[in-house]
């Protein structure tokens, strides 16, 4: 039985999409988003940094519309990468795997072009 590990986050991208090919020839983008947490105490908001990753044709979109400070909602699944470290004691790290975004930024409109699907 597989268990559900869906993601929705919106936010900030903080730096321009990196995009690369793997060894199989399959093209993958890169990039983080920066998320508001405000609470009642506190007037500034807290910050959580998020890692996003698209795979294909959703990665070429990523690569080409997206940028740094571009405001968007990503839709896809968690998955947790591990590896052992250079002092060989084990890491991990929590990813989302984008299937589809959502360009919020005002100029966009939201209108149906500006949602991008994985075909």
Same mark, same amino acid.
């Given at each position: &039985?597989?268990?559900? #590990?869906? #993601? ?10 990196? *995009?690369?090919?793997? $060894?199989?020839?399959?093209? %993958?983008? =890169?990039?983080?988003? #920066? ?10 908001? @807290? %910050?959580?940094? +998020?890692? +996003?990753?698209?795979?294909? @044709? &959703? /990665?070429? %979109?990523?690569? $080409? ?7 968007? &909602?990503? +839709?896809?699944?968690?998955? =947790? ?8 004691? *084990? =890491? ?14 005002? /100029? #966009?409109?939201?209108? /149906?072009?500006?949602? +991008?699907?994985?075909?």
């Amino acid at each position: &039985m597989s268990n559900y #590990a869906g #993601a929705t986050v919106e936010g900030h991208v903080t730096h321009d999409p990196s *995009m690369r090919k793997t $060894k199989t020839g399959k093209e %993958v983008c =890169q990039f983080s988003l #920066a998320i508001n947490h405000f609470t009642k105490e506190d007037s500034d908001p @807290k %910050v959580s940094y +998020v890692d +996003v990753e698209t795979w294909n @044709k &959703m /990665a070429e %979109v990523c690569s $080409k519309h997206l940028h740094k400070g571009k405001h968007i &909602m990503v +839709v896809g699944n968690l998955r =947790q990468d591990r590896w052992e470290g250079k002092d060989g004691k *084990m =890491q991990s790290k929590i990813k989302v795997i984008g299937n589809e975004i959502i360009f919020l930024d005002p /100029a #966009a409109k939201n209108t /149906a072009k500006d949602r +991008v699907d994985v075909v």
